[in-house]
């Protein structure tokens, strides 16, 4: 145990070092604070001339689909009556145009609404009391929890009691992203500073869930936080050597409606490689300490360098799955503006220099060197843990000599 609050102080030092190096203090000028007071005003004002609500409703009728122009441009329009179903306007009826057309030439479109979509709803009301009902978006809250329970259902299904624990450390996963890292820095934390510490929650919490408090479990934790932080400090090489600024065309389009909160896009930029590297790592650590631990309940007089050896070779396996893995998350979730961007005659070289496309790259692979890296830490932990040639048995196979073996 000595060996193991060792590298545990060891690593809590290096973490703490990392962030103490790149923390920032998120600076507000005297002229900001008088542009956001001054929004603000602007802001109250506004909403004493009308009121403005977002809530839900039902479409219960709805017409063909027709164009509308609109000087140059052309917009396909579907008139639909929508009924309110939540809210102060509860019960309300209003007739309204639903424009399909995402963009200027009709090329993208919306789906077409039908009798019993559920839809978000803008209401409008002026001082003389008018009230016009915009149709924003359909309401598809109710399909993504749908779809989580048939997850949870299917993870029980065929994973059974081991599926229940899974469950758990989902949900656990999910909570502390939520109220620690992206809560925290909404109030302003730092987003490395909170990534890192969520990270060694997250991985800390569900392999203690999964499998308990043993060499196992420790070894698969450290693997996994050393992956993650070797993942982190890639990113942030190359970004800087890049000059990324973590800035994609969706946060440049809604911090202009930003007015009184300002976020470290660059410093965000880190926080989600961490998570989306996290995934991959916790992965690739618990294969590795569980087949050597595996190995070393089948050959108890392992020696210290065959079992490292051991670990390298699962890893070199796992390496080549994994980082497919992520390379393919990291295109798919691009995939759609690399042939947007192909179809403006631009070519290969043009479309790398695009800050978007190279912060999903720069990503994926920043990630995939995480996952690398957790294999030869995972396996040097684990060596480390088992040096001395000890029979390590979950149970005694000795029960009829009245010996018991001894359990690490």
Same mark, same amino acid.
């Given at each position: 145990m000595k060996k193991i609050r060792v590298i545990l102080l060891? @690593?809590?030092?290096?973490?703490?070092?990392?962030?103490?190096?790149?923390?920032?203090?998120?600076?507000?000028?005297?002229?900001?604070?008088?542009? #956001?007071?001054?929004n603000a005003q602007n802001e109250e004002l506004v909403m004493q001339q009308e009121k403005i609500v977002d809530t839900i409703g039902k479409v219960i009728k709805v017409e063909e689909v027709r164009e509308v122009v609109t000087g140059t441009v052309t917009d396909k329009v579907q008139q639909v009556t929508i009924e309110i179903v939540e809210g102060d306007y509860i019960g309300e009826e209003y007739t309204t145009d639903y424009i399909l057309s995402y963009d200027i030439d009709g090329k993208i479109l919306a789906y077409e609404l039908d009798v019993g979509d559920k839809v978000t709803v803008q209401i409008t009301e002026d001082p003389q009391g008018n009230v016009i009902a915009t149709v924003q978006d359909v309401a598809r809250s109710n399909y993504?929890?749908?779809?989580?329970?048939?997850?949870?259902?299917?993870? =029980?299904?065929? $994973?059974?009691?081991?599926?229940?624990? $899974?469950?758990? *450390?989902?949900? @656990?996963?999910? =909570?502390?992203?939520?109220?620690?890292? =992206?809560?925290?820095?909404?109030? *302003?934390?730092?987003?490395?500073?909170?990534?890192?510490?969520?990270?060694?929650?997250?991985?800390?919490?569900?392999?203690?869930?999964?499998?308990g408090l043993n060499k196992k479990i420790i070894t698969? $934790?450290? *693997?996994?936080?050393?992956?993650?932080?070797?993942?982190?400090?890639?990113?942030?090489?190359?970004?800087?050597? $890049?000059?990324?600024?973590?800035?994609?065309?969706?946060?440049?389009?809604?911090?202009? #409606?930003?007015?009184?909160? #300002?976020? #470290?896009?660059?410093?965000?930029?880190?926080?989600?490689?961490? =998570?989306?590297? @996290?995934?991959?790592?916790?992965?690739? *650590?618990?294969s590795i300490a569980s087949s050597l631990d595996e190995i070393k309940i089948k050959n108890p007089e392992i020696t210290w360098l065959e079992l490292l050896k051991s670990g390298m070779n699962i890893g070199r396996d796992v390496i080549g799955t994994m980082t497919n893995t992520l390379i393919l998350a990291y295109v798919g979730g691009s995939l759609t503006l690399i @042939?947007?961007?192909?179809?403006?005659?631009m070519n290969i070289i043009e479309i790398l220099n695009k800050e978007t496309i190279a912060e999903q790259i720069i990503s994926a692979i920043a990630g995939s060197m995480g996952v690398v890296y957790t294999v030869p830490i995972t396996s040097f932990i684990y060596a480390s843990l088992n040096k001395d040639r000890t029979v390590y048995k979950k149970s005694s196979d000795n029960k009829l000599d009245g010996k018991r073996s001894l359990k690490i």
């Open positions: 060891v @690593l809590v030092f290096f973490i703490m070092s990392i962030c103490s190096v790149y923390a920032t203090e998120g600076e507000v000028s005297q002229g900001a604070d008088a542009q #956001n007071t001054e993504i929890i749908g779809m989580f329970i048939v997850f949870l259902l299917s993870i =029980v299904l065929i $994973a059974g009691k081991q599926g229940v624990k $899974a469950i758990i *450390g989902l949900i @656990l996963t999910i =909570v502390l992203i939520y109220f620690i890292m =992206v809560k925290g820095i909404f109030k *302003g934390d730092n987003a490395i500073i909170s990534s890192i510490v969520t990270s060694m929650l997250v991985i800390i919490g569900t392999f203690i869930v999964i499998g698969a $934790a450290i *693997g996994t936080l050393g992956g993650v932080v070797s993942a982190g400090l890639m990113a942030l090489i190359f970004n800087h050597i $890049a000059k990324m600024s973590g800035a994609c065309e969706d946060a440049i389009q809604l911090s202009i #409606n930003m007015s009184t909160i #300002n976020f #470290n896009f660059r410093d965000l930029l880190f926080a989600g490689i961490i =998570v989306s590297a @996290l995934g991959a790592c916790m992965d690739v *650590g618990m @042939l947007l961007f192909m179809a403006c005659d």
